[in-house]
């Protein structure tokens, strides 16, 4: 039995390391987002010593806290569209498997669908122009005016 828990938490550590949110993290291993929380906790090493706080911790500016933002969404991003590409090329509904699998991963790409959806929507409500001017793009023919 120890050793199923930690094949799961060394697979849930993995899976955030590679910048996986909990409940992604959770659909693909069919496992609690409070399950993934527990284990990450529990896969923590506690720090050698106690971390003193310096005196006056440097504020970082708005610029930089937005920069910083950016750069964790851009990779985000990049990892959301290699996974995307990974699950294209294993072509999961050509792959021979059991029922129960095939429903598992029917379940998890329905699952990471409705998330992407969701953050797709919210894009759109936030960056309402330019989400339209990329749809017209889309959706306009060559050459039309």
Not at 59 to 64: E, I, L, S
């Amino acid at each position: 039995m120890a050793t199923d828990v930690e094949e799961r938490r060394t697979q849930v550590r993995q899976l955030a390391q590679g910048g996986a949110s909990n409940r992604a993290i959770a659909a693909q291993l069919n496992i609690s987002k409070d399950t993934v929380a527990r284990d990450l906790r529990a896969t923590e090493a506690p720090p050698a010593e106690p971390v003193e706080e310096p005196a006056e911790a440097p504020v970082a500016t708005f610029a930089q806290r937005l920069a910083h933002r950016r750069t964790q969404t851009e990779t985000a991003m990049r990892q959301l569209s290699a996974a995307a590409q990974a699950v294209d090329d294993a072509r999961p509904a050509y792959t021979p498997a059991d029922e129960e699998t095939a429903l598992r991963w029917h379940d998890e790409l329905r699952a990471v669908v409705a998330q992407l959806t969701a953050c797709a929507d919210a894009f759109a409500e936030y960056y309402p122009d330019a989400v339209a001017r990329a749809t017209t793009c889309a959706t306009t023919p060559a050459g039309a005016p």
